[in-house]
């Protein structure tokens, strides 16, 4: 578990790895699944405003969910996004709202 925690907090998605549990969706996210969800993650955080939803599946796992724009606004100088995640795999379910602020490496980070 530890490992594993360590390995996504420092990985493409770090929006679950505040919340992770063996029983998250994300812990059991196989093949394409974690890939399909972080394009879909960086594009709402790039593109999206406030509404925007982009859905997100793998026919062969079977997971999915979506991202939703919920808002955006500032940090001092960093431009920031609320974004609601949910996420489904292997018969469990998460949902929540993450604030993200882009780093002074223009890289989206889970915010404080």
Not at 31 to 51: C, I, N, Q, S
Request: with cysteine; hydrophobic share 40%.
């Amino acid at each position: 578990m530890r490992r594993t925690f360590a390995a996504i907090a420092l990985a493409a998605a770090p929006v679950l790895a505040a919340n992770l549990t063996d029983d998250a969706p994300l812990a059991h996210f196989k093949g394409k699944d974690r890939e399909t969800f972080d394009a879909v993650l960086y594009a709402v955080l790039d593109d999206g405003k406030p509404g925007m939803t982009r859905a997100w599946s793998n026919p062969e796992t079977k997971a999915g969910g979506e991202v939703k724009a919920v808002k955006s606004f500032t940090r001092g100088e960093s431009a920031c996004r609320t974004v609601h995640v949910s996420n489904r795999a292997e018969g469990r379910t998460s949902a929540a709202n993450y604030n993200f602020c882009k780093s002074a490496q223009g890289k989206w980070v889970l915010a404080q």
